[in-house]
Protein backbone atom coordinates (compact mmCIF):
# COMPACT_ATOMS: atom_id res chain seq x y z
CA UNK A 1 0.00 0.00 0.00
CA UNK A 2 0.90 3.49 -0.59
CA UNK A 3 2.46 5.74 1.87
CA UNK A 4 1.04 9.37 1.81
CA UNK A 5 2.15 12.51 3.38
CA UNK A 6 0.73 15.97 3.90
CA UNK A 7 2.07 19.14 4.36
CA UNK A 8 0.97 21.43 6.89
CA UNK A 9 -0.73 18.78 9.03
CA UNK A 10 -2.24 21.80 10.08
CA UNK A 11 -2.77 25.59 9.97
CA UNK A 12 -4.96 28.46 11.30
CA UNK A 13 -5.35 31.36 8.25
CA UNK A 14 -6.91 34.95 7.76
CA UNK A 15 -9.87 34.93 5.75
CA UNK A 16 -8.96 36.65 2.07
CA UNK A 17 -5.90 34.56 2.45
CA UNK A 18 -4.59 31.37 0.45
CA UNK A 19 -3.10 28.17 1.46
CA UNK A 20 -1.43 25.52 -0.33
CA UNK A 21 -1.34 21.58 0.90
CA UNK A 22 1.00 19.51 -0.66
CA UNK A 23 0.54 15.26 -0.70
CA UNK A 24 3.78 13.15 -1.24
CA UNK A 25 3.45 9.59 -1.97
CA UNK A 26 6.10 6.97 -1.21
CA UNK A 27 5.60 5.30 -5.15
CA UNK A 28 4.41 6.37 -8.41
CA UNK A 29 0.42 6.59 -8.60
CA UNK A 30 -2.20 7.25 -11.30
CA UNK A 31 -4.53 8.71 -9.89
CA UNK A 32 -4.65 11.20 -6.70
CA UNK A 33 -7.77 12.63 -4.81
CA UNK A 34 -8.49 15.60 -3.09
CA UNK A 35 -11.32 14.84 -0.40
CA UNK A 36 -12.87 17.50 2.07
CA UNK A 37 -13.97 16.58 5.91
CA UNK A 38 -16.22 19.28 7.41
CA UNK A 39 -16.32 19.11 11.11
CA UNK A 40 -18.43 16.24 11.83
CA UNK A 41 -19.03 15.59 8.34
CA UNK A 42 -18.23 12.50 5.93
CA UNK A 43 -15.94 13.34 3.40
CA UNK A 44 -16.44 14.88 -0.06
CA UNK A 45 -14.58 14.89 -3.55
CA UNK A 46 -13.37 17.66 -4.01
CA UNK A 47 -11.27 16.65 -7.52
CA UNK A 48 -9.49 14.44 -9.15
CA UNK A 49 -6.03 14.67 -10.06
CA UNK A 50 -4.42 12.68 -12.98
CA UNK A 51 -0.83 13.26 -13.76
CA UNK A 52 -0.29 15.64 -16.93
CA UNK A 53 -3.32 16.66 -17.56
CA UNK A 54 -6.06 19.17 -15.72
CA UNK A 55 -7.37 17.97 -12.50
CA UNK A 56 -11.48 17.20 -12.86
CA UNK A 57 -13.55 18.71 -10.64
CA UNK A 58 -16.79 17.50 -8.88
CA UNK A 59 -20.32 19.60 -8.94
CA UNK A 60 -19.57 22.63 -5.98
CA UNK A 61 -15.87 22.94 -6.38
CA UNK A 62 -14.27 25.18 -9.14
CA UNK A 63 -10.64 25.59 -9.75
CA UNK A 64 -10.57 29.22 -9.22
CA UNK A 65 -11.19 28.21 -5.65
CA UNK A 66 -9.29 24.99 -5.24
CA UNK A 67 -6.56 25.03 -7.75
CA UNK A 68 -4.82 21.80 -8.02
CA UNK A 69 -1.34 20.91 -9.59
CA UNK A 70 -0.10 17.66 -10.47
CA UNK A 71 3.57 17.68 -11.64
CA UNK A 72 4.83 14.04 -12.02
CA UNK A 73 3.73 10.86 -10.67
CA UNK A 74 4.64 10.65 -6.98
CA UNK A 75 3.02 14.57 -6.23
CA UNK A 76 0.43 17.08 -5.91
CA UNK A 77 -0.78 20.48 -4.24
CA UNK A 78 -4.10 21.43 -3.38
CA UNK A 79 -4.64 25.39 -3.24
CA UNK A 80 -7.24 26.87 -1.12
CA UNK A 81 -8.17 30.52 -2.44
CA UNK A 82 -9.08 33.54 -0.79
CA UNK A 83 -10.27 31.59 1.84
CA UNK A 84 -13.11 32.08 4.69
CA UNK A 85 -14.15 30.64 8.10
CA UNK A 86 -16.36 28.28 5.67
CA UNK A 87 -13.19 26.73 4.15
CA UNK A 88 -12.11 25.07 8.00
CA UNK A 89 -11.90 21.61 7.52
CA UNK A 90 -9.58 18.45 7.30
CA UNK A 91 -8.51 18.44 3.60
CA UNK A 92 -7.06 14.77 2.75
CA UNK A 93 -5.22 13.17 -0.31
CA UNK A 94 -5.87 9.95 -1.34
CA UNK A 95 -3.92 7.76 -4.47
CA UNK A 96 -4.80 4.96 -6.05
CA UNK A 97 -2.54 2.96 -8.64
CA UNK A 98 -2.69 -0.38 -9.95
CA UNK A 99 -3.65 -2.81 -12.76
CA UNK A 100 -7.38 -2.40 -12.04
CA UNK A 101 -7.99 1.28 -11.18
CA UNK A 102 -11.77 0.67 -10.94
CA UNK A 103 -11.57 -1.76 -8.07
CA UNK A 104 -8.00 -0.63 -6.67
CA UNK A 105 -7.74 0.50 -3.18
CA UNK A 106 -7.34 4.28 -2.12
CA UNK A 107 -5.32 5.16 0.15
CA UNK A 108 -5.45 8.16 2.73
CA UNK A 109 -2.79 10.87 3.65
CA UNK A 110 -3.30 11.98 7.46
CA UNK A 111 -4.75 15.10 6.66
CA UNK A 112 -4.39 18.81 6.97
CA UNK A 113 -6.48 20.68 9.32
CA UNK A 114 -7.27 24.11 8.53
CA UNK A 115 -9.07 27.17 10.76
CA UNK A 116 -9.58 29.82 9.44
CA UNK A 117 -10.41 33.00 10.73
CA UNK B 1 -29.42 8.19 -7.06
CA UNK B 2 -26.21 5.98 -5.90
CA UNK B 3 -25.56 6.24 -2.06
CA UNK B 4 -24.19 4.73 1.49
CA UNK B 5 -26.21 4.66 4.46
CA UNK B 6 -25.26 4.49 7.69
CA UNK B 7 -28.00 4.20 9.61
CA UNK B 8 -26.37 4.80 13.50
CA UNK B 9 -24.26 7.89 14.06
CA UNK B 10 -22.92 5.97 17.27
CA UNK B 11 -22.13 2.35 18.58
CA UNK B 12 -21.77 1.61 22.34
CA UNK B 13 -20.03 -2.04 23.25
CA UNK B 14 -18.37 -3.47 25.60
CA UNK B 15 -14.84 -4.60 25.24
CA UNK B 16 -14.73 -8.26 24.86
CA UNK B 17 -18.19 -8.33 23.11
CA UNK B 18 -18.67 -8.52 19.34
CA UNK B 19 -19.43 -5.32 17.41
CA UNK B 20 -21.29 -4.48 14.58
CA UNK B 21 -21.62 -1.39 12.20
CA UNK B 22 -24.34 -1.45 9.85
CA UNK B 23 -23.88 -0.16 6.11
CA UNK B 24 -26.29 -0.25 3.49
CA UNK B 25 -25.83 1.15 -0.37
CA UNK B 26 -27.55 1.82 -3.23
CA UNK B 27 -26.69 1.22 -6.15
CA UNK B 28 -27.03 -0.60 -9.16
CA UNK B 29 -25.45 -3.25 -10.76
CA UNK B 30 -22.49 -5.14 -8.89
CA UNK B 31 -21.56 -3.16 -5.48
CA UNK B 32 -17.80 -2.43 -4.70
CA UNK B 33 -17.91 -1.88 -0.94
CA UNK B 34 -15.00 -0.71 1.16
CA UNK B 35 -14.62 -0.19 5.11
CA UNK B 36 -12.12 2.79 6.74
CA UNK B 37 -11.41 3.50 10.19
CA UNK B 38 -10.30 7.11 11.55
CA UNK B 39 -8.64 7.62 14.30
CA UNK B 40 -8.70 11.02 16.63
CA UNK B 41 -6.28 13.21 14.28
CA UNK B 42 -5.62 10.91 11.67
CA UNK B 43 -6.29 9.94 8.14
CA UNK B 44 -8.70 7.22 7.02
CA UNK B 45 -7.35 3.63 7.22
CA UNK B 46 -7.91 0.90 4.78
CA UNK B 47 -9.72 -2.20 6.57
CA UNK B 48 -11.27 -4.19 3.54
CA UNK B 49 -13.23 -4.31 0.28
CA UNK B 50 -15.70 -6.78 -1.45
CA UNK B 51 -15.03 -6.69 -5.21
CA UNK B 52 -16.54 -10.29 -6.15
CA UNK B 53 -16.37 -13.77 -4.56
CA UNK B 54 -16.92 -15.30 -1.16
CA UNK B 55 -19.28 -12.66 0.76
CA UNK B 56 -17.21 -12.76 3.71
CA UNK B 57 -14.35 -10.55 3.59
CA UNK B 58 -11.52 -10.49 6.04
CA UNK B 59 -9.60 -7.22 6.78
CA UNK B 60 -7.25 -5.74 8.83
CA UNK B 61 -7.40 -5.62 12.83
CA UNK B 62 -9.41 -8.50 12.89
CA UNK B 63 -12.26 -6.88 11.20
CA UNK B 64 -14.53 -8.79 8.58
CA UNK B 65 -17.80 -7.75 6.57
CA UNK B 66 -20.23 -9.51 4.85
CA UNK B 67 -21.79 -8.49 1.76
CA UNK B 68 -25.17 -9.25 1.72
CA UNK B 69 -26.86 -8.29 -1.68
CA UNK B 70 -30.70 -9.48 -1.00
CA UNK B 71 -30.47 -6.42 1.42
CA UNK B 72 -28.05 -4.81 0.02
CA UNK B 73 -26.24 -4.73 3.10
CA UNK B 74 -22.44 -4.83 4.17
CA UNK B 75 -22.05 -4.88 8.14
CA UNK B 76 -18.84 -4.14 9.47
CA UNK B 77 -18.06 -7.09 12.56
CA UNK B 78 -15.24 -7.88 14.89
CA UNK B 79 -15.90 -10.92 17.56
CA UNK B 80 -14.70 -9.06 20.40
CA UNK B 81 -14.38 -5.96 20.71
CA UNK B 82 -11.25 -3.47 22.29
CA UNK B 83 -10.84 -0.37 23.51
CA UNK B 84 -8.76 0.42 20.81
CA UNK B 85 -10.69 0.09 18.13
CA UNK B 86 -13.06 3.18 19.36
CA UNK B 87 -12.95 5.14 16.19
CA UNK B 88 -14.93 6.72 13.80
CA UNK B 89 -15.84 3.84 10.98
CA UNK B 90 -16.84 4.60 7.29
CA UNK B 91 -18.36 2.36 4.84
CA UNK B 92 -17.99 3.93 0.73
CA UNK B 93 -19.09 2.09 -2.38
CA UNK B 94 -17.37 2.82 -6.13
CA UNK B 95 -19.63 5.57 -7.57
CA UNK B 96 -20.58 3.17 -11.10
CA UNK B 97 -19.96 6.24 -13.09
CA UNK B 98 -16.85 7.09 -12.55
CA UNK B 99 -15.41 5.70 -15.67
CA UNK B 100 -12.14 4.43 -15.27
CA UNK B 101 -11.28 4.80 -11.55
CA UNK B 102 -12.52 4.24 -8.86
CA UNK B 103 -14.48 7.29 -7.37
CA UNK B 104 -15.98 6.63 -3.72
CA UNK B 105 -19.11 7.54 -1.96
CA UNK B 106 -18.78 7.65 1.16
CA UNK B 107 -21.55 7.09 4.35
CA UNK B 108 -21.42 9.84 7.09
CA UNK B 109 -19.56 7.77 9.40
CA UNK B 110 -20.51 5.65 12.44
CA UNK B 111 -18.49 6.64 15.64
CA UNK B 112 -17.93 2.74 17.45
CA UNK B 113 -17.51 3.61 21.33
CA UNK B 114 -16.06 0.35 23.25
CA UNK B 115 -15.83 1.03 27.04
CA UNK B 116 -13.76 -1.25 29.20
Known amino acids: SAVISQKPSRDICQRGTSLTIQCQVD?????MFWYRQQPGQSLTLIAT?????????ESGFVIDKFPISRPNLTFSTLTVSNMSPEDSSIYLCSSSSGDQLRTDTQYFGPGTRLTVL | AQSVAQPEDQVNVAEGNPLTVKCTYSVSGNPYLFWYVQYPNRGLQFLLK??????LVKGSYGFEAEFNKSQTSFHLKKPSALVSDSALYFCAVRDRFSGGYNKLIFGAGTRLAVHP
Open chain 1, 49 to 57: ANQGSEATY
Open chain 2, 50 to 55: YITGDN
Open chain 1, 27 to 31: SQVTM
